[in-house]
């Protein structure tokens, strides 16, 4: 795991879990589920020409002509059985830059993901995966983003910056359990009159983020708190368009903007190293992809990359 002060390290593993996207589904759900393997009838064919690349991988991966993806079925705005995350968006980028055909081996992200998918050899990449997580080896990352408060337009509370601001006291804020930010949360004495939603759920048929912006909408909370690419997407899909405010200027709790790279297995030396030349090659194409889903992407001073400095690197 990431190298950790003794007293922050379950902190920073929910936000791994998180950031990984595990707002996934429950044990009992996780247990039932069967891996699915599907190709979107958009990607189908095999393209003839060879990858652009001299590595040899036919060692390191299950089909060096195909783009294998590890990928939930049902998690937008990362990926979903239709290819209409952003993840899908850019393994389809990935896959024509390698003149590969693009499959997916469907699972929920939830305990056992990994164990289920990439390490079984079943698929070759995971498209979102946080840095310092041992479960897989990491990518150089191609996104840096952090949680944001989630608030209505022209209230009060879309003008806050940080948890620790005097105008969230006695507000109902909504707060997936065991995120970073709930333990801000508590260190601000915000815990009494938040509304909590779980972090395991079955994502087929159940999403923490859709159900708190909705209560957001009707007035039941003031204002939420969720990981970046679910506050940008669920607030620009509302209608009318919620506020998003990135939290990086904490000082109280964990720090809560984290670098997001893809996921191989330890072995793959070559295949990483080809994933990082398309990352460093791509990433202009990646961020307008990012943007377009309304991700709220961080330079690494915390400032806000949009569409005039997203050639910049994460």
Same mark, same amino acid.
């Given at each position: 795991m990431m190298r950790l002060k003794p007293d922050g390290w379950r902190a920073r593993a929910a936000a791994l879990a998180c950031a990984t996207l595990l707002i996934g589904s429950s044990a009992q759900a996780q247990v039932q589920a069967q891996v699915?393997?599907?190709?979107?009838?958009?990607?189908?064919?095999?393209?003839?020409?060879?990858?652009?690349?001299?590595?040899?991988?036919?060692?390191?991966?299950?089909?060096?002509?195909?783009?294998?993806?590890?990928?939930?079925?049902?998690?937008?705005? +990362?990926?979903?059985?239709?290819?209409?995350? +952003?993840?899908?968006?850019?393994?389809?980028?990935?896959?024509?830059?390698?003149?590969?055909?693009l499959d997916y081996v469907f699972f929920p992200q939830a305990t056992g993901f990994v164990r289920m998918t990439l390490a079984a050899h079943r698929c070759d990449v995971i498209m979102g995966f946080p840095q310092g997580d041992d479960l897989a080896q990491g990518t150089n990352p191609y996104y840096r983003t952090a949680y944001a408060l989630v608030a209505k337009p022209g209230t009060e509370l879309d003008q806050v910056t940080t948890l620790d601001d005097p105008r969230l006291k006695g507000k109902h804020i909504g707060i997936v359990a065991g995120t970073p930010p709930a333990t801000n949360m508590a260190v601000n004495g915000m815990m009494a009159t938040a509304k909590p939603y779980p972090l395991m759920i079955d994502t087929r048929v159940d999403s923490s983020a859709a159900a708190m912006i909705g209560d957001i909408k009707s007035g039941e909370i003031d204002a939420g708190i969720l990981w970046g690419p679910m506050a940008g997407y669920y607030a620009k899909e509302a209608n009318p368009p919620l506020h998003v405010t990135p939290l990086v200027k904490e000082t109280r709790g964990p720090q809560l903007a984290y670098r997001i790279g893809m996921g191989v297995r330890a072995a793959d030396q070559n295949w990483k190293r080809q994933l990082n030349r398309l990352i460093q090659d791509s990433q202009p194409e990646i961020n307008n992809i990012l943007l377009e889903f309304g991700v709220p992407l961080l330079d690494e001073n915390n400032r806000p990359l949009g569409a005039a400095t997203a050639a910049k690197q994460p």
């Amino acid at each position: 795991m990431m190298r950790l002060k003794p007293d922050g390290w379950r902190a920073r593993a929910a936000a791994l879990a998180c950031a990984t996207l595990l707002i996934g589904s429950s044990a009992q759900a996780q247990v039932q589920a069967q891996v699915q393997v599907q190709a979107p009838a958009q990607v189908q064919a095999q393209a003839p020409a060879p990858p652009p690349d001299s590595a040899d991988l036919s060692i390191e991966l299950i089909d060096p002509k195909v783009l294998r993806v590890c990928a939930d079925p049902r998690n937008l705005p +990362f990926s979903n059985d239709k290819g209409e995350g +952003f993840e899908n968006r850019i393994a389809e980028l990935f896959a024509a830059k390698l003149h590969k055909s693009l499959d997916y081996v469907f699972f929920p992200q939830a305990t056992g993901f990994v164990r289920m998918t990439l390490a079984a050899h079943r698929c070759d990449v995971i498209m979102g995966f946080p840095q310092g997580d041992d479960l897989a080896q990491g990518t150089n990352p191609y996104y840096r983003t952090a949680y944001a408060l989630v608030a209505k337009p022209g209230t009060e509370l879309d003008q806050v910056t940080t948890l620790d601001d005097p105008r969230l006291k006695g507000k109902h804020i909504g707060i997936v359990a065991g995120t970073p930010p709930a333990t801000n949360m508590a260190v601000n004495g915000m815990m009494a009159t938040a509304k909590p939603y779980p972090l395991m759920i079955d994502t087929r048929v159940d999403s923490s983020a859709a159900a708190m912006i909705g209560d957001i909408k009707s007035g039941e909370i003031d204002a939420g708190i969720l990981w970046g690419p679910m506050a940008g997407y669920y607030a620009k899909e509302a209608n009318p368009p919620l506020h998003v405010t990135p939290l990086v200027k904490e000082t109280r709790g964990p720090q809560l903007a984290y670098r997001i790279g893809m996921g191989v297995r330890a072995a793959d030396q070559n295949w990483k190293r080809q994933l990082n030349r398309l990352i460093q090659d791509s990433q202009p194409e990646i961020n307008n992809i990012l943007l377009e889903f309304g991700v709220p992407l961080l330079d690494e001073n915390n400032r806000p990359l949009g569409a005039a400095t997203a050639a910049k690197q994460p």
